[in-house]
């Protein structure tokens, strides 16, 4: 698939753009962004990344956090930076920087729930305090 769909999910609107290594970081380098990596190989689809409540209400974003699904064969350079091996993977990422991970077991399964992004996302949107 050439062209990757970036959700911007906080405003509704589905924006287009391909991502890869070259322009991973500068696609993510502000706000709060949840990356689920794939690949051609893992037993899951993704289809149940953005059913029910996950962390979409409606039409917004659970506190502006945006979303997007990559394959791995695409940003293969970065999945190495971020030592992701097991795949689906879903990084949470704050300004730029990587601030949690999920990884597969080496069953292939994900085992993540609504309630552990929500706290992540909770977690890393406090500002920082002096």
Same mark, same amino acid.
């Given at each position: 698939?050439?062209?990757?769909?970036?959700?911007?999910?906080?405003?509704?609107?589905?924006?287009?753009?391909?991502?890869?290594?070259?322009?991973?970081?500068?696609?993510?380098?502000?706000?709060?962004?949840?990356?689920?990596?794939?690949?051609?190989?893992?037993?899951?689809?993704?289809?149940?990344?953005?059913? @029910?409540?996950?962390?979409?209400? @409606?039409?917004?974003?659970?506190?502006?956090?945006?979303?997007?699904?990559?394959?791995?064969?695409?940003?293969?350079? #970065? &999945?190495?930076?971020?030592?992701?091996?097991?795949?689906?993977?879903?990084?949470?990422?704050?300004? @730029?920087?990587?601030?949690?991970?999920?990884?597969?077991?080496?069953?292939?399964?994900?085992?993540? #729930? #609504?309630?552990?992004?929500?706290? &992540?996302?909770?977690?890393?949107?406090?500002? #920082?305090?002096?």
């Amino acid at each position: 698939m050439k062209w990757l769909l970036l959700l911007s999910l906080a405003f509704g609107q589905p924006v287009q753009q391909e991502v890869n290594d070259a322009n991973f970081y500068g696609a993510i380098y502000k706000g709060m962004w949840l990356v689920r990596i794939t690949s051609s190989w893992s037993s899951e689809d993704g289809s149940n990344f953005y059913k @029910g409540d996950f962390i979409v209400l @409606g039409d917004s974003a659970y506190m502006g956090t945006q979303m997007m699904i990559l394959p791995v064969e695409k940003v293969s350079e #970065t &999945a190495r930076k971020l030592r992701l091996r097991n795949f689906p993977s879903v990084v949470l990422f704050k300004d @730029g920087k990587k601030v949690k991970v999920w990884k597969a077991n080496f069953d292939g399964k994900l085992e993540l #729930t #609504t309630e552990e992004v929500r706290k &992540a996302i909770n977690w890393h949107s406090k500002g #920082t305090v002096y």
